[in-house]
Nanobody
Framework: QVQLVESGGGLVQAGDSLRLSCAAS????????MGWFRQAPGKDREFVAA????????SYADSVKGRFTISRDNAKKTVSLQMNTLKPEDTAVYYC?????????????????WGRGTQVTVSS
């Protein structure tokens, strides 16, 4: 079983950048596919980005493609989300998640472990 803790959220202005990190403990980190999701007030949790176990494969939501980059460091047991050119519509609680599946998945239901989230607020 893996525990996940997100950090790096905050209040920024539109056009700014922010880097989220997720630290994992317990389990064998390199055996988990990792993903970032977000949930805005009154909306369902939605997929943002995912990365394969070794980092060779990634997937992004269309809304963040070209602006966000997911990466991982298996030695440090961390996964990061670099967010550039932030927009007010990126405002949400961002969650890190881990899946035991061997392929990249975008469905929240296919992730086994979740962090508690970190708030990102983008002002216009």
């Amino acid at each position: 079983q893996v525990q996940l803790v997100e950090s790096g959220g905050g209040l920024v202005q539109a056009g700014d950048s922010l880097r989220l990190s997720c630290a994992a403990s317990g389990g064998t980190f390199s055996t988990y596919g990792m993903g970032w999701f977000r949930q805005a007030p009154g909306k369902d949790r939605e997929f943002v980005a995912a990365i394969s176990r070794r980092g060779g494969g990634t997937s992004y939501a269309d809304s963040v493609k070209g602006r966000f980059t997911i990466s991982r460091d298996n030695a440090k047991k961390t996964v990061s989300l670099q967010m550039n050119t932030l927009k007010p519509e990126d405002t949400a609680v961002y969650y890190c998640a881990a899946t035991v599946r061997s392929v990249i998945v975008v469905d929240t239901a296919l992730y086994n472990y979740w962090g508690r989230g970190t708030q990102v607020t983008v002002s216009s």
